[in-house]
């Protein structure tokens, strides 16, 4: 008999008046010829032209003129390459231009899903079973581009979500990357992307044992500009640059509101997407938190796990996850250590679910075996939906299965609170399976969910519908546990 689940009836769909304003250039001859027909016009038309755009775009941006300025900015080399004095230009000019160089993108045109859920950091001013949660999702929009936004809301006593308000002016963050590296770390990390010694052993060979990224930068650069240069070392040289680039800060302003911060793709690893985060609340030993969530970039060839860590979602720290372990997508961390230890599920193979334990949060080895497909369901293969949940009778892991016809369902699994490793019980059906409105979307037949919490003693599960919107369903922790500990 299967556990109780009760859909709720709130649906997130794809809102396609959701842009960014996103730098764009057509090549570097037609950018050239773009500025030299700007650069005939005389003020009074650059004005008139500029303001035309600035009533038409300003009320669907924040401060879209500091936006048009940072995208000239981009291509400032390019203009000075024409004999064209850049600091003499006038600032209506520089935006005039950086305007030609920007174009809107609708971050959730096409899908909104795959879905986590935390507890936001402030919980005040609530009443008696409220509880404040964010909830982060895969957004995506035109060529299916992936990024991360998210909706704030509180569940209340019966576990009905009222979500705020969603704000419009969408705000990229300012960046900011990491300058210095550790060759050895640096070294292991290229070894475990397969990047070929032999086309990048020179150039590694020559760096410090702490090297600073502008160097690197310049010492591939200079390599890349050799007109015979080999595909294949072209090919290696821009990996080092690629990994060197995934190491970053986001910092969002203070007067966005968190609907309004999307954490888009910044690095070339992620120039293809950022894929289905798994946020959880982290608890450390001091008894400190913060929100941490691994996630796969995506550059339409590769793919490279990171982690993403935020102590206010207005601060981001962003990192590559290293070792044999962080090879494959659908990772997630436990939300404490287990015996001194971080703990991360993943599973390596594309199959079966692992756990690994590890001293640092980015380093992973020595994944260790825990589930294989079982039931037909699950034939294809068997991943989590997010990290793992703390009970008093064991870690709750909410699992998917593939099954007949590439068909996604939801289950859960029971392991010790000491080791992990040890499965107490499994659920033979499908805690969620698509029901017959839940099958059609960008990829049918799949629910899915990148995490869940406990509320009010059940169990909130937030999932994806066909890849496409998303909505949320409650379980009865006591029906759910019993059903799990009598299930083995």
Not at 429 to 438: A, G, R
Request: aromatic fraction near 10%; glycine fraction near 4%; include cysteine.
């Amino acid at each position: 008999m299967r556990v109780p689940v009760i859909r709720k009836n709130i649906k997130f769909t794809p809102d396609s008046r959701r842009v960014v304003a996103r730098y764009f250039v057509n090549g570097d001859e037609r950018t050239q010829q773009m500025v030299s027909r700007i650069m005939m016009l005389d003020e009074k038309q650059v004005l008139e032209t500029l303001e035309q755009t600035l009533r038409e775009f300003a009320r669907r941006h924040r401060n879209i003129s500091a936006i048009f300025f940072r995208h000239c900015e981009k291509i400032k080399d390019l203009i000075e390459a024409m004999q064209i004095d850049y600091e003499a230009m006038s600032l209506d000019r520089k935006m005039l231009i950086g305007s030609y160089c920007t174009m809107e993108y609708a971050i959730e045109s096409a899908a909104i899903f795959n879905p986590s859920i935390v507890e936001d950091f402030d919980q005040s001013g609530l009443e008696l079973g409220e509880k404040r949660v964010i909830i982060s999702f895969r957004a995506t929009g035109e060529g299916h581009i992936s990024s991360i936004v998210f909706r704030r809301g509180i569940l209340d006593k019966d576990n009905n979500l009222q979500v705020m308000k969603i704000g419009h002016n969408i705000d990229k963050a300012e960046i900011e990357h990491k300058s210095l590296f550790n060759k050895e770390r640096f070294l292991l990390k290229l070894s475990e992307m397969h990047t070929q010694d032999k086309y990048i052993a020179q150039i590694m060979q020559d760096l410090p044992e702490e090297f600073e990224f502008a160097v690197l930068k310049s010492m591939v650069n200079t390599a890349l500009s050799d007109p015979s240069i080999r595909l294949e070392r072209r090919t290696a040289l821009e990996e080092i640059i690629w990994l060197a680039d995934s190491f970053y800060d986001l910092q969002f302003k203070h007067d966005s509101d968190i609907t309004e911060r999307v954490i888009f793709p910044i690095s070339e690893s992620e120039s293809r997407g950022i894929e289905d985060a798994r946020f959880v609340r982290f608890i450390d030993d001091d008894d400190s938190t913060r929100v941490m969530a691994t996630y796969t970039a995506y550059n339409g060839h590769a793919i490279l796990p990171k982690l993403i860590s935020t102590e206010d979602f207005y601060t981001f720290r962003v990192m590559p996850l290293h070792g044999i372990g962080a090879q494959n997508k659908n990772l997630a961390l436990f939300p404490r250590k287990i015996k001194g230890k971080y703990a991360m599920l993943a599973r390596i193979d594309g199959v079966n679910n692992y756990i690994m334990y590890s001293d640092r949060v980015t380093q992973w080895n020595k994944p260790i075996l825990l589930q294989e497909p079982r039931y037909t369901w699950e034939f294809t293969q068997i991943g989590n939906c997010g990290s793992p949940l703390w009970t008093a009778e064991g870690w709750l892991v909410i699992t998917h299965g593939v099954g007949t016809m590439r068909r996604y369902c939801i289950g859960a699994s029971l392991f010790d609170l000491d080791d992990p490793s040890k499965e107490i019980g499994r659920l033979k059906e499908p805690l969620l399976s698509p029901l017959e409105d839940e099958r059609e979307g960008y990829v049918p037949n799949v629910v899915y969910s990148c995490g869940a919490i406990i509320h009010n003693n059940s169990l909130i599960l937030p999932y994806a519908v066909s890849d496409y919107s998303s909505t949320y369903a409650i379980v009865d922790m006591v029906e759910l546990i019993d059903a799990l500990k009598k299930s083995k």
